[in-house]
């Protein structure tokens, strides 16, 4: 008889889990409180590490038959229009894939992969218990479900976390405020350019090709810059956009209102003791960070596979999920502290920063500028769990 793996929420993170679980033998349920498993249609940066773990999981070729290769080049602007740059991707992106897809692409891939029959929605966990070792969820409707591990992949507000560690407190505001839309069918509007990064006092904003008819776009601000309360979506990207070149403003006035959000941005300060027993946590529930580093989703697809691994064999688990743990945790905390780097220079109001941000982009090598956002770390993050 199969383990049976106990997993909270059918986000990127718990679904890549149920992939990586079930491949390495274990039966596996995946509770998620929606009514529907379904993705908003914006868009992510799956980075080299991203994509090497979704061919670990055996989904990576809809990502890319359906998103897009970054380049052939890019420009760096002010938000004016000023060209700061204009470079040509790295050799080594044509050689270690990087992909931007809509996050509809990845769920629907992972979801495919998975098959509705691991899936239980309407699902809502309300807490754990462990007995005799024997791990069992609560849910909202006071059912119960009982197993022999529970993986928290229920986010950066995780109940789960909640029970772990109740005297943490709620995820702080950072003081960032993100907005994130899609427009289709407007490809024509970027010409021969694969994305284009604007910076300008307190806002850093980009637009880059999501696949054959989507452009992705994003602004990062500082949330001291809105009022309060902060307005309608529609209302904040019309006022911003209108700062910024002809070109920007064309893509971003080519969104649908529906196809725009507006979200401030949590922040917690990374934990090494992620949990205790057979229970741990995975992606944003155990080490959420600023998106400023385009790895959220690949860190969360690197933690699935990692669970796979030290699961794979009929051992301790206990021990096993501590090992994960271990290592998981030493990684993500300095991606971390990376995004929170990222972010205070690309989204500053100081004017030195400022300086220094855009003398960076004029004069660091391209390769090594696109290292920090496209090529991650190049060796195996699960070398030490192989063994």
């Known amino acids: 008889m199969p383990r049976t793996a106990l997993i909270v929420g059918a986000g990127v993170g718990g679904l890549a889990a149920g992939i990586a679980l079930r491949k390495a033998g274990w039966r596996v349920r995946v509770f998620e409180r929606a009514a529907q498993a379904r993705e908003l249609g914006f868009a992510l940066n799956l980075a080299p590490n991203a994509m090497a773990a979704l061919r ?28 700061l740059r204009r470079v040509k991707m790295p050799a080594a992106l044509e050689r270690v894939p990087s992909v931007v897809a809509l996050r509809p692409v990845l769920h629907g891939a992972l979801m495919n992969a998975l098959g509705p029959e691991a899936l239980e929605l309407s699902r809502e966990a309300a807490g754990f218990d462990v007995q005799h070792a024997v791990p069992s969820l609560r849910f909202a409707d006071g059912s119960t479900a009982a197993g022999d591990v529970i993986i928290g992949a229920d986010g950066v507000a995780s109940v789960l976390r909640r029970q772990l560690h109740p005297g943490e407190g709620p995820p702080r505001d950072s003081g960032y405020i993100a907005i994130r839309g899609v427009a289709y069918d407007a490809e024509h509007l970027l010409g021969d350019l694969g994305a284009v990064a604007y910076f300008a006092p307190g806002i850093e904003s980009a637009v880059v090709r999501a696949g054959r008819h989507a452009i992705y776009w994003y602004m990062s ?51 090494d003791n992620w949990a205790s027993g057979p229970v741990t946590l995975l992606g944003d529930a155990a080490h959420p960070m600023l998106p400023h580093a385009g790895q959220g989703a690949a860190q969360a697809l690197e933690d699935a596979v ?43 109001r100081n004017r030195v920063l400022g300086w220094m941000r855009n003398a960076g982009v004029r004069l660091v090598p391209a390769s090594a500028m696109m290292s920090a956002f496209y090529l991650s770390d190049t060796r195996d993050p699960h070398h030490e769990l192989r063994s």
């Open 56 to 83: 670990e999981l055996g989904v990576a070729e809809p990502l890319l038959a359906e998103g897009a290769r970054p380049g052939p080049i890019a420009e760096m602007r002010s938000a004016g229009g000023s060209l």
């Open 221 to 271: 601000l500082l949330a001291d810059d809105l009022p309060r309360p902060i307005p309608a979506v529609g209302t904040v990207v019309e006022h911003v956009g209108a700062s910024f070149d002809d070109q920007y403003r064309r893509i971003i006035q080519a969104t649908r209102r529906e196809d725009m959000r507006l979200e401030p941005l949590f922040d917690r300060d990374p934990i």
């Open 306 to 348: 990692a669970l796979g691994l030290v699961l794979a064999e009929d051992g301790d688990i206990t021990a096993a999920l501590r090992r994960y743990e271990r290592v998981r945790a030493a990684r993500t905390r300095r991606i971390v502290a990376q995004a929170r780097r990222i972010a205070s220079v690309t989204t500053t």
